[in-house]
């Protein structure tokens, strides 16, 4: 069974501290995406990340896929009270249309 | 344009009650899901299609049916629910080995 586990669950931080969320799974990946839900609405598609070691910026949000294509981060600089929300990997098996989304963290961001 | 458009926003019905969620998408994608999401929980698969059949059925109860008229619409039909089925309802669309894309989602009640 494939699993992918994000921590921290919970993170509840002041505005202007930097935080990493990470997403980890013993299997391997075609892609991953970030995304962030408010609540009662959809997920919000932030970045795919394909290759091993790639690095990708969205303004403040640094996207990590680890080399080996099992493991992400996110990485926030100077967070906003408008980052709060749950944030969710979810990963891609190729050739596949099933994605595997990880546990989620919920990030409280205060002002 | 990445829109994925879901009807009704919101809906009541009671547990003899028969309804149905629509789910539409104009961006050519060949796969739709349905997803159910309880609070502060992630995303649970219940059903993908891929050129409009039906490729995977996570175990999910009769009381839920899909149907998919056409390459752009996907529909749950709701007949007999419980109350514990009451959840956030989310449709998402994507191409093959690509990001997937999630509408605003519908909240439902079962009373």
């Known amino acids: 069974t494939q699993l992918l586990e994000q921590s921290p669950q919970f993170l509840s931080i002041q505005e202007g501290e930097n935080l990493t969320v990470y997403c980890n799974s013993s299997?391997?990946?075609?892609?991953l995406q970030w995304y962030r839900q408010e609540p009662g609405e959809g997920p919000v598609l932030l970045v795919t990340?394909?290759?091993?070691?790639e690095v990708k910026k969205l303004k403040r949000l640094t996207f990590q896929f680890g080399d080996a294509r099992k493991d992400s981060s996110l990485h926030i600089t100077a967070a906003q009270p408008g980052d709060t929300g749950l944030y969710l990997c979810?990963?891609?098996?190729?050739?596949?249309?099933?994605?595997?989304f990880g546990t989620g963290t919920r990030l409280k961001v205060l002002a | 344009d990445t829109e994925v458009t879901q009807t009704p926003k919101h809906l009541v019905m009671g547990m003899t009650n028969k309804k149905s969620l629509k789910c539409e998408q104009h961006?050519?994608?060949?796969?739709m899901y349905w997803y159910k999401q309880k609070a502060k929980k992630p995303p649970e698969l219940m059903f993908v299609?891929?050129?409009?059949?039906?490729?995977i059925n996570e175990s999910v109860p009769s009381r839920f049916s899909p149907e998919c008229p056409n390459s752009s619409l996907l529909n749950l039909h709701l007949h007999a629910l419980q109350p514990e089925d009451s959840a956030l309802y989310l449709c998402?669309?994507?191409?093959?080995?690509?990001?997937?894309?999630f509408g605003p989602g519908t909240r439902l009640t079962v009373l």
């Open positions: 979810a990963g891609l098996t190729s050739g596949t249309y099933k994605y595997i």
């Open positions: 299609y891929s050129y409009e059949k039906l490729s």
């Open positions: 961006m050519g994608h060949r796969a």
């Open positions: 990340v394909v290759t091993g070691g």
């Open positions: 998402a669309s994507s191409e093959l080995d690509n990001e997937q894309f």
């Open positions: 299997s391997v990946f075609s892609s």
